[in-house]
């Protein structure tokens, strides 16, 4: 196999102490990790490995394709999408993952066809997926085997009096169904305080080293750092200029290193002279355009880089979210396919 041009360095310790971070904020509860989306990009077999060995058990995903991705892990999987008709056969023979019953026609459908243990997604007020509270009360759930019943706070990292009422909404259900376990923090509600934990825990974001509220910042480390081998190192001489539409010009003749990185990566034009790389603690600006699969850097400060070597992108998640205007998980999911995933 060709080595791509492209590598991600994902940095194991980081991804586990993190978790481990998450999982003493939840206190009693359970920590889990949501994993869909291929780990937020990361890859997730690898991710669910590193995370099961840490001690973590109880892992989501969003749709059944992404269970078969994690068929040998040999983990309990909960999918958050439910289970639709064309999905009924392979949740009926998969003997690690479970729905998360998110309607009443998905509660009847996995009823009537004899389905057994399941999760149940109750809309305490996000009004995204989730069956109602009422719902619930009336006697919906009777007799079905619900592992966990659990909700989704609309706006954790928000200050707003929502996060309460949801809570309090979820809590009024507890004795009302026959679940073992109840759920309602993601990374943000985790940070919220205990009385959010209920037993379980759905950290996703925050594992991947985003910091969604200022509560985990200084806690949560860097997992992710795209590198990007160069391509050729060119002089552009002083009045020329870079990239498509020359939207940046040398004002003195300028080293300019050309990188197998571009927009088809995740790396996306609003990056365009605002991105940097970083060489030990030398800062590299990116100039010009970011194009397709290219992207320029200014490396005057680096004499010695030549082709062939390989640059570390700046890729702080809260930092690069606050200077591109993205936000830390479109940082994370929009990483591409053309990456080597390396673990460190």
């Not at 005057?300 to 830390?328: F, H, I, K, N």
């Amino acid at each position: 196999m060709i080595a791509s041009p492209l590598r991600l360095r994902l940095d194991r310790d980081a991804l586990v102490a993190n978790w481990h971070t998450l999982a003493a904020m939840s206190g009693t509860a359970a920590c889990g990790a949501a994993v869909k989306a291929n780990g937020y990009g990361l890859g997730a077999p690898e991710v669910v490995r590193h995370l099961a060995e840490a001690g973590c058990r109880d892992f989501f995903v969003a749709t059944w394709r992404e269970v078969l991705a994690l068929a040998d892990a040999g983990v309990a999987v909960s999918v958050l999408h439910g289970v639709r008709e064309d999905d009924m056969a392979v949740a009926l023979e998969s003997p690690h993952a479970r729905p998360v019953l998110n309607s009443v026609q998905q509660v009847r459908r996995w009823r009537d066809a004899g389905g057994g243990a399941c999760d149940v997604m109750v809309d305490t007020g996000m009004n995204r997926l989730g069956i109602r509270p009422e719902d619930v009360a009336a006697g919906l759930l009777a007799g079905m085997q619900v592992e966990t019943l659990m909700s989704h706070l609309a706006c954790a990292d928000d200050e707003s009096p929502l996060n309460a009422q949801q809570r309090d909404s979820l809590a009024a259900l507890r004795d009302r169904t026959q679940a073992r376990r109840m759920s309602l923090a993601n990374s943000a509600g985790i940070a919220l305080g205990p009385d959010y934990a209920f037993d379980l825990t759905r950290p996703g974001v925050a594992l991947y080293g985003a910091v969604p509220v200022p509560a985990l910042a200084g806690r949560i480390r860097q997992v992710v750092t795209p590198e990007a081998q160069i391509l050729q190192r060119r002089l552009v001489p002083a009045g020329a200029g870079v990239g498509y539409n020359l939207t940046w010009t040398a004002t003195a003749d300028t080293e300019v290193a050309i990188v197998n990185l571009g927009y088809a990566d995740g790396y996306l034009r609003c990056f365009s002279g605002k991105g940097r790389a970083m060489l030990d603690d030398r800062v590299l600006p990116v100039i010009g355009r970011v194009s397709m699969d290219l992207t320029a850097i200014d490396v005057r400060a680096a004499p010695d880089l030549v082709e062939g070597d390989w640059l570390a992108m700046d890729y702080d998640l809260a930092a690069t979210a606050a200077l591109t205007g993205l936000s830390q998980y479109e940082l994370l999911t929009g990483l591409g396919a053309r990456y080597d995933r390396i673990w460190v």
